[in-house]
């Protein structure tokens, strides 16, 4: 296992009161990469130091941590730009990363299917290139493991011109992929199942949820960036209405913007959900900053008129009384908080109910009786109404269906009157 020495350099308030938290947080991310945290320093200051960011007093005392420890490398908290990672590497004489080099390592490391290996490496790419020139030791053979992982990495011996030409092929290779996504995604918006897309910062619990509402079995973990890969499951509520859910990747602050370009498609996703869950991690101590930095990312990818519900999760981990002062909250249906465990399952029946008030608000349950041998007229009801069952009877198909009374008045002659059993 690599051992690391992490540094976190601040210079506003705001850095300072975030750099304990900030730094918690680098060393989870330096576990999820395969490494062992072997020290931190902090050091805060009016200006960075252009030259390393910290002080030259600070880069001899990570030089001396980093040999007493036997670290294979120092972790900053913050980018670097090349010639200062040339710099520090020079003065410590161990390889040194930043932050997004190390989120992009995960990444690298994690990428199962071919579009997110493909976005990943156009991450790394196009990180990559405008330091090619400081060829510092993470950037030459002499760096191995963490921050040179990757499929870029052979790459990185070959010159610029051809690595511009690849990221050009990548960025064409993604296009078609998302082409076709989309045209996926088009045929679905034209269905009347909508789509609930669940987002977060990462860790808290989005795949844990997941597979509680459908009974799935994607990897969990307490590791960061568990999940690159969107994946798209119905789930069924208790009167038969349905919807389509999606996990999708998590959020972190100071999100590498690399990687927020390349997955912009997956998370464009989300913004023509019908409504999103925004799942927060409510034992942590940094939930509110948490909060925050995904309400931003959702901001800046331009999302903001769909619907949110806000899912306050891991409940079972809160004192007995704070746990049942946020329960007995969810008594308030309209309110578009739900307290819940993904764990255990508590509240997520709130959210179940919560859920169906925002897909289906004003929708009715009909029974549709038509003569058989009227395929157009099935088809079009298919499109317009959620089918929840459907049984035939002397020359005629039944069909219970949800449907919002504005969608289906063409229907107006075939709707049996009262009560019907099913
Ligand atoms: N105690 C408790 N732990 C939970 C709960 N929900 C999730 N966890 C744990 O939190 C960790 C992260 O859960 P995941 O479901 O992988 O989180 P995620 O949001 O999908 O994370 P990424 O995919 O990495 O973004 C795992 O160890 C889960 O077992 C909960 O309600 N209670
Ligand atoms: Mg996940």
Not at 178 to 189: D, G, H, N
Not at 267 to 282: Q, S
Request: hydrophobic fraction near 40%; charge should be positive.
């Amino acid at each position: 296992m690599e051992r690391a020495i992490l540094v976190n350099v601040s210079v506003t308030k705001a850095e300072k009161d975030e750099a304990e938290e900030s730094l918690a947080e680098l060393a989870g991310l330096a576990a999820a990469a395969g490494a062992e945290v072997a020290g931190k320093i902090t050091q805060v200051r009016p200006r960075l130091n252009p030259r390393w960011l910290v002080g030259e007093g600070k880069v001899k005392e990570i030089a001396d941590e980093a040999r007493e420890a036997a670290a294979d490398m120092v972790i900053f908290d913050r980018n670097l730009n090349a010639s200062q990672q040339q710099n520090l590497e020079e003065e410590v004489r161990v390889k040194v990363l930043d932050r997004t080099q190390l989120i992009l390592d995960i990444f690298a490391q994690r990428a199962r299917t071919n579009e997110g290996k493909l976005q990943v490496e156009l991450a790394q790419l196009v990180y990559r290139l405008p330091r090619l020139r400081g060829k510092g030791l993470s950037l030459t053979q002499q760096g191995a493991g963490i921050g040179t992982r990757g499929p870029g990495e052979k790459k990185l011996e070959v010159d610029r011109r051809r690595i511009t030409d690849r990221i050009t092929k990548l960025k064409r290779d993604i296009d078609g992929l998302e082409k076709r996504r989309s045209s996926q995604r088009q045929s679905r918006r034209k269905s009347p199942v909508p789509t609930v897309s669940l987002v977060g910062y990462t860790s808290a619990g989005k795949s844990t949820l997941f597979n509680r509402l459908t009974e799935e079995r994607r990897y969990t973990s307490p590791n960061l960036f568990s999940t690159l890969d969107p994946l798209l499951r119905r789930v069924s509520l208790s009167d038969g209405a349905f919807f389509f859910l999606t996990d999708t990747v998590g959020f972190i602050r100071k999100l590498p913007v690399e990687l927020v370009t390349s997955f912009r498609a997956t998370l464009e996703e989300v913004g023509e959900a019908d409504c999103i869950c925004h799942v927060v991690d409510v034992s942590s101590p940094s939930c509110e900053h948490q909060l925050a930095a995904v309400e931003t990312v959702l901001a800046d990818l331009g999302i903001a008129d769909v619907p949110v519900i806000k899912i306050l999760n891991k409940i079972d981990l809160l004192p007995e009384e704070e746990r049942g002062l946020l329960l007995s909250r969810n008594a308030d249906t309209r309110s578009r908080t739900v307290a819940l465990s993904a764990k255990s399952g508590e509240g997520v029946p709130d959210l179940l109910g919560r859920l169906r008030e925002v897909l289906f608000a004003g929708h009715k349950v009909y029974t549709i009786r038509v003569p058989k041998e009227t395929r157009e007229i099935t088809d079009s009801l298919a499109r317009r109404s959620l089918v929840l069952k459907r049984r035939e009877s002397a020359g005629f198909v039944e069909f219970k269906v949800l449907a919002d009374p504005a969608g289906i008045v063409s229907f107006l002659p075939y709707i049996e009157q009262g009560d019907v059993p099913w």
